[in-house]
């Protein structure tokens, strides 16, 4: 019936990733919808679509990413509806729609950490993990290591401009990084393994 | 100032309730809260729009409506204001433009469309638009009622500076049964995505991705399918939804808009009929504020096939005799032998079963034949259905309130006409624009029973072919007359194609029967020379019709009785206000 181009189709259907095997598979739990509950309770009554951003973080956190299965889960959640949710995910950058290694490694590309050495910096990375700079692209931005272990993407101004260039591990950021620098980081990161 | 210094033009204008706005360097008075859109288009300044719709929420996305403003200077603390000769403070000009569709009109506000802030932004805006708009004009349905194209020829610039590669997005999307969106040609107004949500309450539509990635689109598994969905094909600017009944078939400017009025339910829903020759290609809603706002149902608008089909009737049929077959024949001796015949049968065995599509003349002229016949058991078909809750009424018959009005019938004694023809007791039958095989639920077996069965229908139908006579009349597209909606509004309907082959507009039939069966009797209706000569006929015979004439019903018709029903999408709007 209806004819969907890929741009549609992309709303509904999930990319694979390696990196699946390290986060847990979404399921709405009754557990997940007292939580989501929690966050549509905070907003007034008839406003309760306000809590979508907030639930979208809360499943992206949990699951790595949003799924097409959730996505009709978090509309539910904050009475309002599938095409409206996809709106959100597909309007924000930050919000991915393919799940990330076990170690998501964001790299400044903004312009003060790009001139200090970042646009390198994330070329060396990608080697390092074991992926082609070329797999980032507009349409895929994040790339995942075959291992699952290790996902990239160059993001916007980590907001520490002064000591570029900055890399973000999971929730941690580093600063002023070199080669060597990081390549200790990782190591670190592969031992926690 | 003294006191008998005359009173200030904002004092003057408060006492109304009303602001002072100087729009292009004139003065005029608008009530408090006007949009600046609306004020200014009111006056006859034209602000261009793609975002804005009366009957939908501020969006203020398209930024086109841009309009410099002025107000009068912020005092110092303490100060007084002061005014000029004429009464008014002097506006200053803010350096930037702002959005007429979500601002609205304050006291000494003062607008300029025609300055080069104005100029340079409306040039800008449509810059932006068109790097990704891929100009298939000459392909486009849209093309001739586009408002991209007509903005881009009144206030774009000649040249375009673009010359990166535009960014590709879905084409021919088949985002529903009967419209189709192409993502390249949206301007990303939102109106569909306002409409769905707002007034048919179905939040099927949405925009996803970012920035030139940005489109409209539908979530997978779900479709545009209300039965309300073609009016995203009205109100979308561009050519973005385009009808798929429609598409392809005909360029806008070679059709004809004629006002009319709708005929598949009580509601009336005002509609534009667009035909070119003598072929109707489709129909749009008409606003209407106290009728149908500004939508109408899908299935309504694409009800319009059977007026062009091949199974219409355009020559009288007659039989000369009981067992021949029908034959064509010319219209004078038809009329004639009909009269004959009629005068011939006994008024106790003779019923008029007359329907509600037909127009208040054609009612009063068929009550007229009656009377003069003496024929006593004439009824309508009633067609009581589902009401939609929003434009369809629970009545399918687009005039039973009219019915009511000129014959006192509401359907109630078809049943006797019904057993009088089962049982024989009925022996000559007239049936005027029905199939009585259909809703009224008489068998073709008793008709081919009857001894005389006289049609006039602009379809060939079971009840036709089972006829002794056939008159042709003409479809709600090609007659002039008036109905009354369930709301007690009479309204027009307007002649968009002449009648077809050799049918007749069914006033006329009844006219030329009338005045073959009784001669000079009948009076001025029957001699009336038009569907509007007619009507005043009624209007001076018919209580709820005193007063009314073609000309004071008009356009957007008339209120002439209260019936205490009222349309339920109408209802809300005016809620809503």
């Known amino acids: 019936m209806i004819e969907l181009t890929d741009d549609i189709c992309a709303l509904a259907k999930d990319v694979p990733s390696p990196g699946e095997k390290f986060y847990p598979v979404f399921e709405p739990t009754p557990e997940l919808a007292a939580e989501a509950h929690g966050y549509v309770t905070m907003y007034p009554e008839g406003r309760e679509q306000s809590a979508v951003l907030p639930i979208i973080h809360m499943v992206q956190e949990k699951f790595g990413f949003i799924s097409a299965r959730s996505i009709p889960w978090i509309a539910e959640m904050c009475k309002s509806t599938p095409i409206h949710v996809a709106g959100i995910v597909s309007f924000y950058p930050g919000i991915r729609r393919k799940c990330p290694g076990k170690w998501h490694i964001r790299v400044c590309h903004t312009i003060a950490c790009a001139m200090s050495g970042g646009e390198d910096l994330l070329k060396f990375i990608c080697g390092k993990i074991g992926v082609k700079p070329e797999e980032m692209t507009e349409a895929e931005p994040m790339a995942v290591s075959a291992d699952g272990l290790w996902s990239i993407e160059a993001v916007e101004c980590l907001a520490h401009c002064g000591f570029g260039p900055n890399v973000m591990v999971n929730d941690t950021l580093y600063s002023q990084v070199t080669p060597e620098k990081i390549d200790e980081v990782l190591e670190d990161y592969r031992r926690r393994d | ?577």
């Open chain 2, 1 to 577: 100032m003294s006191p008998e210094q005359p009173i200030l033009p904002k004092d003057a204008a408060a006492a109304e309730g009303k602001v002072n706005v100087q729009i292009n360097g004139t003065w005029y008075r608008f009530p408090k809260g006007t949009r600046i859109a609306d004020a200014c288009n009111s006056v006859g300044v034209h602000v261009p729009c793609f975002c804005y719709h009366t009957k939908l929420s501020v969006a203020g996305s398209c930024r086109m409506c841009l309009v410099e403003q002025g107000m009068p200077p912020r005092l110092a603390p303490g100060a007084i204001p002061t005014y000029n000769e004429d009464g008014y403070q002097t506006i200053q000009w803010m350096p930037r433009a702002v959005v007429a569709c979500a601002n609205t009109v304050a006291e000494n506000m003062g607008i300029r469309t025609n300055g080069t802030v104005c100029t340079q932004a409306r040039r800008a805006v449509l810059e932006f638009l068109l790097t990704n708009h891929p100009l298939d004009c000459p392909i486009c349905d849209q093309a001739g009622e586009c408002k991209l194209q007509e903005y881009t020829a009144d206030y774009g610039s000649p040249t375009h500076r673009f010359t990166e590669a535009k960014i590709k997005k879905g084409k021919h999307i088949e985002i529903g049964p009967r419209v189709n969106l192409d993502q390249e040609r949206c301007v990303l107004c939102r109106r569909c995505v306002r409409f769905m949500k707002e007034v048919v309450g179905e939040e099927v539509l949405g925009v996803v991705g970012r920035g030139g990635h940005n489109a409209i689109a539908c979530y997978p598994g779900k479709t545009l399918d209300s039965n309300y969905s073609m009016n995203v094909v009205d109100i979308c600017p561009v050519g973005a939804m385009t009808s798929r009944d429609f598409r392809f078939r005909m360029r806008v400017w070679f059709l004809k808009s004629t006002p009319t009025i709708d005929v598949n339910c009580g509601t009336g829903t005002n509609i534009y009929v667009w035909s070119r020759e003598q072929q109707v290609y489709r129909i749009t809603p008409r606003q209407n504020d106290d009728v149908n706002s500004c939508w109408m149902p899908d299935s309504h608008r694409l009800n319009y096939r059977y007026i062009n089909s091949e199974s219409r009737l355009l020559t009288p049929l007659m039989k000369t005799d009981a067992q021949a077959p029908q034959r064509a024949a010319a219209w004078e001796p038809v009329v004639k032998a009909v009269a004959e015949q009629l005068r011939l049968c006994s008024p106790e065995q003779t019923a008029f079963i007359v329907s509600a599509r037909l127009t208040n003349e054609e009612l009063f002229l068929a009550g007229n034949l009656a009377q003069l016949l003496g024929v006593e058991a004439l009824d309508i078909v009633p067609r009581r259905g589902e009401g939609d809750g929003m434009l369809i009424s629970s009545d399918h018959n687009p005039n039973s309130m009219g019915a009511q009005i000129v014959l006192h019938k509401d359907g109630s004694t078809l049943d006797d006409i019904r057993r009088g023809i089962k049982l024989g007791k009925i022996r000559n039958l007239v049936v005027l624009g029905e199939d009585v095989t259909a809703e009224a639920a008489i068998p073709s077996e008793h008709l081919v029973k009857l001894d005389y069965l006289l049609v006039m229908d602009h379809t060939e139908s079971a009840t036709t072919r089972a006829a002794d006579v056939v008159l042709p009349g003409v479809t709600f597209a090609e007659r002039y007359g008036t109905m009354v909606n369930v709301a007690g509004r009479i309204q027009r309907l307007n002649r968009a194609i002449d009648p077809l082959g050799g049918a007749k507009a069914d006033w006329e039939i009844l006219a030329a029967l009338l005045r073959e069966c009784c001669g000079d009797l009948p009076g001025a209706a029957a001699h009336a020379t038009s569907a509007q000569e007619v009507l005043n006929v009624m209007a001076a015979q018919i209580e709820e019709l005193g007063g009314v004439s073609w000309a004071s019903i008009g356009n957007q018709g008339q209120q002439i009785i209260d019936t205490g029903v009222s349309i339920p999408l109408i209802d809300r709007e005016k809620a809503n206000k």
